[in-house]
T-cell receptor
Framework: DVKVTQSSRYLVKRTGEKVFLECVQD?????MFWYRQDPGLGLRLIYF???????EKGDIPEGYSVSREKKERFSLILESASTNQTSMYLC??????????FGPGTRLLVL | GQSLEQPSEVTAVEGAIVQINCTYQ??????LSWYQQHDGGAPTFLSY????GLEETGRFSSFLSRSDSYGYLLLQELQMKDSASYFC????????????FGAGTRLAVHP
């Protein structure tokens, strides 16, 4: 079974803090994704990576950056957290476009 | 723009059949997939259709009509545990590996 893990289930941060969210997958997938999920808006893609050190902006990249130094690990960075970044953050991985496998999510609260 | 439309809520009773529709408008299309998400959980992959027709997996079936830009998820013999949100997603609007998600349909199954 594919396993995608995320570093934290819940995080509380203060406005202006730098926040790191980590995601690890164990299936040797090329593609990894970061989404945020807000009520009524579905899943919105922040960034994705199709290979080590490769990244591409998604639909809502502003205020975020990412890092992929190893194939199994994809990090999402909030350079200076703001209250409008309070959300559920979901990481996913895939081989292709047929199925993505999601981690359990990180619920981030920015105060 | 690119968009997917699905009903926001559906209600049904145990043992019944329910159909969740999804229409899409995207710049490209490789396939339509469906995901299930229980409250507090991560989305899990259910099915993928690249070609027209019906794909059956146990109690769940998924249909695609590429000419109509339309698909649906059919859930039979509903059980209480099927109460969840269901998302359709299109591969192709931004490349094969990226998915564009609908806003989700919340299914409530009642006794």
């Amino acid at each position: 079974d594919v396993k995608v893990t995320q570093s934290s289930r819940y995080l509380v941060k203060r406005t202006g803090e730098k926040v790191f969210l980590e995601c690890v997958q164990d299936m040797d997938h090329e593609n990894m994704f970061w989404y945020r999920q807000d009520p009524g808006l579905g899943l919105r893609l922040i960034y994705f990576s199709y290979d080590v050190k490769m990244k591409e902006k998604g639909d809502i990249p502003e205020g975020y950056s990412v890092s992929r130094e190893k194939k199994e690990r994809f990090s999402l960075i909030l350079e200076s957290a703001s209250t409008n970044q309070t959300s559920m953050y979901l990481c996913a991985s895939s081989l292709g476009g047929e199925a993505q496998y999601f981690g359990p999510g990180t619920r981030l609260l920015v105060l | 723009g690119q968009s997917l439309e699905q009903p926001s809520e559906v209600t049904a009773v145990e043992g019944a059949i329910v159909q969740i529709n999804c229409t899409y408008q995207t710049s490209g299309f490789y396939g339509l997939s469906w995901y299930q998400q229980h409250d507090g959980g991560a989305p899990t992959f259910l099915s993928y259709n690249a070609l027209d027709g019906l794909e059956e997996t146990g109690r769940f079936s998924s249909f695609l009509s590429r000419s109509d830009s339309y698909g649906y998820l059919l859930l039979q013999e509903l059980q209480m545990k099927d109460s969840a949100s269901y998302f359709c997603a299109v591969s192709g609007g931004g490349g094969y590996n990226k998915l564009i998600f609908g806003a989700g349909t919340r299914l409530a199954v009642h006794p």
